[in-house]
């Protein structure tokens, strides 16, 4: 079984920035995709962004392109989210999950087998 652990949440200024991590254990990463979501008081789980681990293929909510940056480290077996230029409506539990996939990204949390159990990110002043 795969698991799923996120760090890196925390209270930050507008403007600011923050390095999420998502450590993966018990499983290989090998043909899967690791994906971001986020989700705020009252709203719906977001996509934020997701990477497939064989090709390096990402894909970024419009929300954040421009802004965030989605990297692995295969041998610390971690994705990592940098968030930039973060806003207030950042704010959010965000989580990292997993699905098999060689190649394609998906946004879409039905898609996603694995979860951790989330961080929380505030942006305030």
């Known amino acids: 079984q795969l698991q799923l652990v996120e760090s890196g949440g925390g209270l930050v200024q507008p403007g600011g920035s923050l390095r999420l991590s998502c450590a993966a254990s018990?499983?290989?990463?090998?043909?899967?995709?690791i994906a971001w979501f986020r989700q705020a008081p009252g709203k719906e789980r977001e996509g934020v962004s997701c990477?497939?681990?064989?090709?390096?293929?990402?894909n970024y909510a419009d929300s954040v392109k421009g802004r965030f940056t989605i990297s692995r480290d295969d041998a610390a077996k971690t994705v990592y989210l940098q968030m930039n230029s973060l806003k207030p409506e950042d704010t959010a539990i965000y989580y990292c999950?997993?699905?098999?996939?060689?190649?394609?990204?998906?946004?879409?949390?039905?898609?996603?087998?694995?979860w951790g159990q989330g961080t929380q990110v505030t942006v305030s002043s």
């Open positions: 999950a997993a699905r098999v996939s060689y190649s394609r990204t998906s946004l879409l949390s039905d898609e996603y087998t694995n």
């Open positions: 018990g499983r290989t990463m090998v043909n899967r995709a």
């Open positions: 990477i497939t681990i064989n090709t390096r293929t990402t």
